[in-house]
């Protein structure tokens, strides 16, 4: 495993627009803030300040990226546009100012380990936050009652899809 994460970042830095975006970055950043009294977190995976402002990217593993529909497809199904929402609000909490690039740097996770980088747009990163800011006040809520309606105690039976019923 070590082997191929060498050379998975060997190949993001010879990648003329990923290399560039994390030649003076820094990784792993976490930045603290309180956001409609809700203590908050986020753990950027690339931060860069530039004379011209502050830019944000986030590394994503992807299966194939031969089809760019899927791309499209990836972020809204994972909610991609939630989290770059999330971390642009970091950035202005923390820092005063919105980013003025945000990147995600898709990676493939199979040899030769494709890479193509893609912009997150204001609007994706707007749409994002105002769903986080839909959140919030369940999530406050749940902090402070102990009550996490996703885990239910109750006695439930399982399910499971209808192939798990054949019999062989």
């Not at 290399?19 to 809700?38: A, H, N, T, Y």
């Not at 950035?91 to 980088?117: C, H």
């Amino acid at each position: 495993a070590f082997d191929e994460a060498k050379a998975i970042s060997a190949k993001i830095m010879a990648h003329s627009l990923a290399g560039l975006i994390l030649k003076k970055s820094m990784c792993e950043v976490s930045l603290f803030w309180m956001q409609d009294g809700v203590y908050c977190k986020a753990r950027i995976d690339i931060l860069s300040q530039t004379p011209s402002g502050i830019c944000l990217g986030d590394l994503k593993n992807f299966s194939s990226l031969a089809e760019e529909s899927l791309i499209g497809y990836q972020i809204a199904k994972l909610k991609y546009q939630y989290q770059m929402g999330f971390y642009s609000k970091a950035i202005e909490a923390v820092f005063g100012k919105q980013p003025i690039k945000r990147y995600w740097i898709f990676i493939e996770g199979e040899d030769p380990y494709g890479i193509k980088v893609r912009n997150c747009t204001e609007t994706m990163a707007e749409c994002g936050w105002l769903g986080i800011q839909q959140m919030l006040p369940r999530y406050l809520e749940c902090q402070e009652t102990g009550i996490w309606p996703g885990y239910s105690e109750d006695e439930i039976d399982a399910t499971m899809p209808d192939f798990g019923y054949q019999t062989v």
